[in-house]
């Protein structure tokens, strides 16, 4: 409640009994007196104890934002064209602007970039599947070659291209080094778009193996500078970065890593508090695969991440460095 976190609206409701009104956790209305709050687990509950919803913030609306949303996403996932926001907006009851709002909220894209998240997945599943780069175009659902070019190019985390992707990495250079740092040795890679890797106590031999066909090639002056960029970040994980990233995955994965970034410094959150944020409760081991997947350590902080009985769990650079940067962030 004190971070107006947007991610626990729906959990609980704050009552504040000095008024008689109460809220969702992110309400951005002033702070009451601690002495004022009483804390609910239901919308129900806070009115059976005589108090009424916040106009401000709507609380008991959650269940209808919630299915505001999942009634987009299905939306979006059935029509052969993405439809625009007017008509999601009518199809919901919402404003245009109020269900693009509730919509970034919970998933941390707008409808249309998660239409255009989607068919790029599309596109890269098809590319898998043994298509070529143009039948993988069109059976995504796009009109034309320029067009999914176009959108690409909206996207600055895109990186690759398909053909990219389909041929490990193929015409891409990645600039890589290893360094020395106070959780050992650590190895960034990046394109000229951003990181595309960052692990620990590994080289050459994994780096092929994520792009086996790009040409690695030893970090220049360009990407001297990112990396010390990079280095400290990882000496002082908890302060804000604005280092460019070059990473791509699933509709599923993006948002999973989207929450991570998400998490402040110094504080974590289970694979079930995750799953819950995305909209997706039950997903608490795709989750875990998720976090997994990201391979870009420290800069989306999977290691922010822990069992729902506080233990560590897993972390792929071991448990170590995982205590270790949580150990600097609360520092």
Same mark, same amino acid.
């Given at each position: 409640m004190q971070a107006r976190d947007r991610s626990f609206d729906g959990k609980f409701v704050t009552g504040v009994l000095s008024t008689? %009104?109460?809220? @969702? =956790?992110?309400? +951005?209305? @002033?702070? =009451? /007196?601690r002495e004022n709050v009483r804390f609910f687990a239901k919308a129900e509950q806070a009115e059976a104890a005589g108090l009424r919803a916040c106009l401000r913030c709507l609380p008991n609306d959650v269940a209808r934002d919630d299915a505001a949303v999942k009634a987009v996403i299905d939306a979006i996932r059935m029509a052969e064209t993405a439809p625009t926001l007017s008509e999601l907006g009518q199809m919901t009851g919402y404003s245009p602007t109020h269900l693009?709002? %509730?919509? /970034?909220?919970?998933?941390?894209?707008? =409808?249309? +970039?998660? +239409?255009?998240?989607?068919?790029?997945e599309r596109v890269k599943d098809a590319l898998d599947s043994g298509a070529s780069v143009t039948e993988a175009i069109y059976d995504a659902g796009y009109g034309s070659a320029s067009r999914f070019y176009e959108e690409q190019a909206m996207n600055r985390n895109m990186g690759m291209k398909p053909s990219a992707w389909k041929n490990g990495g193929a015409g891409v250079t990645v600039y890589w080094a290893r360094v020395e740092t106070s959780l050992g040795n650590m190895m960034v890679a990046a394109t000229d778009k951003g990181v595309c890797c960052l692990s620990f106590n590994e080289g050459e031999d994994e780096l092929r193996g994520r792009f086996p066909k790009a040409d690695l090639r030893a970090g220049d002056e360009a990407f001297a500078k990112l990396l010390a960029q990079v280095i400290a970040q990882v000496e002082t994980p908890g302060r804000p970065h604005n280092i460019p990233l070059d990473v791509r995955g699933t509709v599923f994965q993006e948002a999973v890593w989207q929450e991570l970034r /998400? %998490? =402040? &410094?110094? &504080?974590?959150?289970?694979y079930a508090d995750i799953a819950a944020a995305i909209g997706k409760p039950k997903a608490v081991r795709a989750v875990g695969s998720a976090n997994g997947a990201n391979n870009v350590a420290v800069l989306i902080p999977c290691h922010r991440v822990v069992r729902s009985d506080g233990t560590m769990g897993g972390y792929a650079y071991g448990l170590e460095i995982k205590a270790r940067l949580l150990e600097k962030e609360v520092k």
């Open positions: 008689g %009104i109460y809220c @969702r =956790p992110s309400c +951005a209305a @002033r702070h =009451p /007196k693009q709002r %509730i919509f /970034k909220r919970d998933t941390g894209l707008s =409808p249309a +970039a998660y +239409a255009r998240a989607l068919r790029t /998400k %998490i =402040p &410094e110094g &504080e974590t959150r289970s």
